[in-house]
T-cell receptor
């Protein structure tokens, strides 16, 4: 157990739907990063939050959004889902002593 | 720009050494990392190296950094079947904090033959 918790582990949904992925960082970690891992794109950085504020944006589609709550957990919202959004979604948190720690991911399948 | 490249596949025999290579383009890279991903699992940090170092050893793992050529390698000594996984090279401009993110390579699938 890395200390970073992602739920759900698996998600199957239909095209056009909306889903929410959840990430709880390691206790005390203020930064949360979201990544998408797909066969054709590899591991792509999506977005980063630090202590509730958005700090960096990567290759995140406009249909996707995220937020970090006061208790530091984060949610990634994916809407108008397409087949190509099927991927593993990882979150990571950062601690100065331990570096970046990844969760075990949410596998999203869009059918 | 930020780009990290790796070869896609490496096959070795159990007990041999494995060397996985990575090249990167960002001259501002300060930290370079190796992550391991086993099937169905998340990303496990194996080791990292600061850009002012050229070598780091940690048990069976040796990391070599050639900053001039922007080349990073991971050597696994006495490779075991449990080392079979995808290995990702990654870089960041800084150590966490508010704006530093990891940029990953394409990953190298290491297959260890018994």
């Amino acid at each position: 157990d890395s200390g970073v918790t992602q739920t759900p582990k698996h998600l199957i949904t239909a095209t056009g739907q909306r889903v929410t992925l959840r990430c709880s960082p390691r206790s005390g970690d203020l930064s949360v990063y979201w990544y998408q891992q797909s066969l054709d794109q590899g591991l792509q950085f999506l977005i980063q939050y630090y202590n509730g504020e958005e700090r960096a944006k990567g290759n995140i589609l406009e249909r996707f959004s995220a937020q970090q709550f006061p208790d530091l957990h984060s949610e990634l919202n994916l809407s108008s889902l397409e087949l190509g959004d099927s991927a593993l979604y990882f979150c990571a948190s950062f601690h100065p002593n331990y570096g970046y720690t990844f969760g075990s991911g949410t596998r999203l399948t869009v059918v | 720009g930020e780009d990290v490249e790796q070869s896609l596949f490496l096959s070795v025999r159990e007990g041999d050494s494995s060397v996985i290579n990575c090249t990167y383009t960002d001259s501002s890279s300060t930290y370079l990392y190796w992550y391991k991903q086993e099937p169905g699992a998340g990303l496990q940090l194996l080791t990292y190296i600061f850009s002012n170092m050229d070598m780091k050893q940690d048990q069976r793992l040796t990391v070599l950094l050639n900053k001039k050529d922007k080349h990073l390698s991971l050597r696994i000594a006495d490779t075991q079947t449990g080392d079979s996984a995808i290995y990702f090279c990654a870089e960041s401009r800084g150590w966490g904090g508010a704006t530093n993110k990891l940029i990953f390579g394409t990953g190298t699938l290491l297959a260890v033959q018994p």
